[in-house]
């Protein structure tokens, strides 16, 4: 239920969201005047986002990949760019694909890699208590099974050698470049979700050298990076014996690894 009228003026709403940096300040007072459900909540809704905390944190939910993704606060924001990881790995599936979300946040990709496939075997990892809590609501339409825990390791055994597409938008952020991040990002976001190490790729090493295991014949691994750091994503999948390429869009400033898995 919105509020009308509101109990502050739209105006007054813009101009604090402006003050405190918000470039599209008119389009959050909109949302967060159709989102709030008393006049009290508007005003806690206005001042927790201007002291900083995402807009996403504020409302509770993510625009997606044309769905609303439910983010808790202290939850990685699902950000626009990995749409392209979705249209990609959705390229590549087939329906009824056995799919592996590793690092599912919200489980934002999963559920978008779902609702575009039709249908899906869908498994989903995130190292993060609240971030599986997200991802459980998230993708529960779906009867996708969710697991917490690092990387591979809560997944059942049965998976090895079953997967059609394994996505993996791991933490790919230099540890030295975190203090350059939006403090939206920096303070609001968890650290376990951004930090990729000295050179940004720890995660994706670990993720690129087990997926042999685990890729059914001809299945598909495909990672989110940055294009800086994409030939030594690339490195690290050709490695694991996965013939590699890129992908990217320069629209969205999105760049994409796929390995495949030698076979069919």
């Not at 807009?55 to 983010?71: K, Q, S, T």
């Not at 670990?206 to 750091?229: C, D, F, K, N, Y």
Request: charge should be neutral; glycine fraction near 10%.
């Amino acid at each position: 239920m919105s509020l009308s009228p509101s109990p502050l003026p739209h105006s007054v709403i813009v101009t604090r969201l402006r003050a405190a940096g918000c470039v599209f300040a008119e389009d959050e007072a909109r949302l967060l005047i159709s989102t709030a459900r008393t006049p009290a909540d508007l005003a806690t809704m206005v001042d927790r986002r201007v002291v900083g905390l995402p807009l996403e944190h504020v409302v509770g939910w993510a625009e997606f990949c044309g769905l609303r993704i439910a983010v808790e606060p202290g939850v990685f924001v699902p950000r626009r760019r990995t749409g392209f990881l979705v249209r990609q790995a959705a390229a590549l599936a087939r329906p009824d694909a056995v799919v592996v979300d590793l690092c599912c946040g919200s489980g934002a990709v999963g559920a978008a890699l779902v609702a575009a496939l039709g249908r899906a075997e869908l498994h989903a990892v995130d190292i993060d208590p609240a971030a599986v809590r997200c991802a459980r609501r998230n993708v529960a339409a779906t009867g996708a099974l969710v697991y917490e825990g690092d990387l591979y390791r809560p997944l059942p055994a049965t998976l090895r050698g079953r997967v059609d597409v394994l996505v993996a938008n791991a933490p790919y952020v230099p540890t030295g470049a975190i203090g350059l991040l939006p403090p939206e990002a920096r303070v609001h976001e968890p650290r376990v979700a951004l930090d990729g190490g000295a050179d940004g790729l720890d995660v994706q090493r670990r993720v690129t050298a087990a997926a042999p295991r685990w890729l059914a014949p001809g299945g598909h691994l495909l990672i989110e990076t940055s294009e800086r750091q994409a030939p030594g994503t690339l490195e690290h999948v050709a490695r694991s014996g996965l013939a590699p390429r890129v992908a990217g869009s320069d629209e969205l400033g999105a760049t994409v690894v796929i390995g495949t898995m030698p076979g069919r």
